[in-house]
């Protein structure tokens, strides 16, 4: 059995109203030492097969990923 | 006989029975067409209603996409029939690549549920027929997720080739570039914008009688075909 990581950001010209919500509510926390929140989706996936690079790329491109305002990396863990 | 225009219901639809009551009030037959079922019954026309179609979960839009009956709604739309989406039928409509851009959350960080001020910039897709280029119209608009985005030489294409169909007049009220309310594919069929034009059909519910067109415009282009 395998494990694979897909990390979802939003692009980075894409303006992310959560994560600056959070950032304001970090201010008035006190960590005004903190400039910039980016938020994203992490996806933890459990294969009962060997995982297949290009059946990996097509669910994070097709369904996990809006490749128009997201980037995503995938990442597989060695169980 | 009658136009009849196919309305789609998925889990967490929520303007599909308000959008077949304009079709009907337009004077045509509404369908009422099932998310888990593929068969389109040989509809002249699809509107994808709005609402929070599986809970809008992963993206608004992103799993109404796959859902049996969109593969052929897609199909058909690539083909000519005129698919009109609304506030979450837009973001199905922007996940399913039929539309270029993508929706995210607005700008202001609310829910924004008001009458807005739109300007019709296209009047020749099967859905403005009815309307005059730079007519003026109010409707409800009501969204969290409305703000339109595209690169740079996507939104110059969408200008250049008049497929800019609304835009936000007076007030942008979710941060969509370039004030975009609703746009359109290069062969003027498919019609997406976030305002809801089907609650704006009578006059004891709607700010105006503005949304009729939308629906009449689809009517009378069947008619003629």
């Known amino acids: 059995m395998a494990r694979v ?10 303006l992310d109203p959560q994560g600056q919500a959070v950032l304001g509510a970090l201010a008035r926390l006190g960590h005004s030492d903190i400039t910039s929140v980016r938020q994203g989706k992490r996806f933890e996936l459990e294969l009962d097969a060997a995982p297949d690079a290009a059946t990996l790329e097509e669910v994070a491109s097709t369904l996990l990923a809006n490749t128009v305002i997201e980037d995503y990396s995938i990442r597989v863990e060695e169980s | 006989m009658s136009a009849r225009i196919g309305v789609v219901t998925f889990p967490g639809s929520l303007d599909d029975q308000d959008a077949a009551r304009a079709v009907r009030i337009a004077g045509a037959e509404a369908v009422s067409l099932w998310h888990g079922d593929a068969d389109l019954k040989g509809v002249d026309a699809v509107v994808l209603p709005g609402g929070f179609s599986y809970g809008d979960y992963l993206r608004c839009g992103a799993i109404a996409r796959f859902a049996p009956v969109m593969q052929n709604v897609i199909d058909a739309a690539r083909g000519g029939l005129p698919v009109l989406g609304i506030c979450n039928g837009f973001q199905v409509l922007c996940e399913s690549h039929l539309l270029p851009g993508a929706l995210i959350r607005n700008d202001v960080r609310k829910f924004v549920c008001r009458d807005q ?12 027929s009815d309307y005059a280029e730079g007519q003026e119209i109010l409707i409800p608009l009501k969204n969290g997720e409305g703000g339109f985005v595209a690169d740079d030489r996507t939104l110059d294409e969408l200008e250049g080739e008049g497929r800019v169909v609304f835009r936000y007049l007076h007030d942008n009220p979710n941060g969509s570039y370039r004030d975009i309310a609703g746009i359109t594919n290069e062969r003027g069929n498919v019609v997406g914008l976030m305002p809801h034009p089907e609650h704006a059909v ?17 009517i009378s282009q069947l008619v003629d075909a």
């Open chain 1, 5 to 14: 990581v897909v990390d979802v950001m939003l692009k980075p010209e894409i």
């Open chain 2, 117 to 128: 001020w739109l300007r019709v910039e296209n009047a020749n897709t099967a859905w403005t």
């Open chain 2, 202 to 218: 009578e006059r004891l519910t709607g700010p105006s009688l503005d949304g009729v067109g939308f629906f009449s415009s689809v």
